[in-house]
Antibody, heavy 121, light 107 residues
Framework: EVQLVESGGGLVKPGESLRVSCEASTFNFSDYTMNWFRQAPGKGLEWVSSITGSSRHKFYTDSVKGRFTIFRDNAKNSLYLQMHSLRVEDTGLYYC??????????????WGQGTRVTVSS | SYVLTQPPSVSVASGQTARISCGGNKLSFKNVHWYQQKPGLAPVLVVYDDDERPSGIPGRFSGSKSGNTATLTVSRVEAGDEADYYCQVWDHDTDHWVFGGGTKLTV
């Protein structure tokens, strides 16, 4: 069974930085595109960023471009999201999720339980 | 930016059929995916590529698409189907994932 476990969330002030992580297990991690999604309190799902298996391609939603960096360590089966210049509107539950197939943009068939990021003064 | 439009809410009686729509420009050229999210839980993929069902998802869940509108159909609705449902597509023009605003299914 695919397992994705996020960690690293917390309470930070506007303008500060935070790194969230996602540890994957029981699948060939390096084959799959991985994604970060988030959900603000009481709001809908929002895509944040994606990275291909080799890290060759990275994609970001416009509101985080230049502030967030997605990266992965395939040797450690881990996905990361480094967040800088955090804003109040970045508050939410951050999920990592795996594409259901390799090589392309596919639906996310496995999700972690999320890690909560709160940006508040 | 690309927009997907869903009704905010759909209400059906137990045992009836619920249909949740998702509209978008040139949707016929995109693969539509559907997620179910129950309170306090992570989303679950219930339909992918318009009409494919992941293993473990009951056959009561089905997807279809006609022109610029995709539809998630839940047949013989049960109380346990009460959840938020989101449609999603990959926008090749911007290389962005896009979600609809979500539909709350009330049974």
């Amino acid at each position: 069974e695919v397992q994705l476990v996020e960690s690293g969330g917390g309470l930070v002030k506007p303008g500060e930085s935070l790194r969230v992580s996602c540890e994957a297990s029981t699948f060939n991690f390096s084959d799959y595109t991985m994604n970060w999604f988030r959900q603000a309190p009481g709001k809908g799902l929002e895509w944040v960023s994606s990275i291909t298996g080799s890290s060759r391609h990275k994609f970001y939603t416009d509101s985080v471009k230049g502030r967030f960096t997605i990266f992965r360590d395939n040797a450690k089966n881990s996905l990361y999201l480094q967040m800088h210049s955090l804003r109040v509107e970045d508050t939410g539950l951050y999920y990592c999720a795996r594409d259901r197939a390799v090589s392309g943009a596919y639906a996310s068939d496995n999700w972690g339980q999320g890690t909560r990021v709160t940006v508040s003064s | 930016s690309y927009v997907l439009t869903q009704p905010p809410s759909v209400s059906v009686a137990s045992g009836q059929t619920a249909r949740i729509s998702c509209g978008g420009n040139k949707l016929s050229f995109k693969n539509v995916h559907w997620y179910q999210q129950k309170p306090g839980l992570a989303p679950v993929l219930v339909v992918y590529d318009d009409d494919e069902r992941p293993s473990g998802i009951p056959g009561r869940f089905s997807g279809s698409k006609s022109g610029n509108t995709a539809t998630l159909t839940v047949s013989r609705v049960e109380a346990g189907d009460e959840a938020d449902y989101y449609c999603q597509v990959w926008d090749h023009d911007t290389d962005h994932w896009v979600f609809g605003g979500g539909t709350k299914l009330t049974v």
